[in-house]
């Protein structure tokens, strides 16, 4: 059955408007929905603690509006990261290397300074091209 009201059949699906998320340390760029308003299962917000307590260093992140400009962040953090980890000497070696281990293949393929720019041309002629990063065993 098909609606005749004109409000409705004018309606378009709206784009949903997102953020990409790095976290500290971090190496992965996620893709955060804004405005799809889907509830999340299992999300239960103490606001009394919410208000005092600030969330574990580890549980920080930063929200970027485009990917390309999370892309660099991501690189620059974890530059600065393993440099922070190098001169901290032999002692976070251990560290260190786990963390190369962990995040090998953003550090080697998806923030390498020439993929970021090829990604940037794709989008320019492409807005609508989703990036899907490269990950051993997919």
Known sequence: ?????????????????????????????????????????????????????LPPDADLFYGYPGLI???EK????????IE???GEGDDALPVLLQYRMDHYEDLGVNLVESN????EAVLKLNPDFKWIPYRIGR
Do not use: W
């Open 74 to 81: 991501a690189k620059d953090g974890a530059q600065a990261y």
């Open 84 to 86: 922070m980890l190098i």
């Open 1 to 53: 059955m098909e609606s005749t009201n004109p409000m409705i059949d004018n309606v378009k699906e709206q784009p949903y408007f997102a953020y990409f998320r790095v976290m500290k340390h971090g190496t992965e760029v996620t893709r955060i929905s804004c405005n799809n308003f889907k509830p999340s299962q299992g999300i239960t917000v103490n606001f009394a603690s919410t208000v005092y307590n």
């Open 116 to 119: 970021i720019r090829k990604l």
């Open 69 to 71: 400009e999370a892309l």
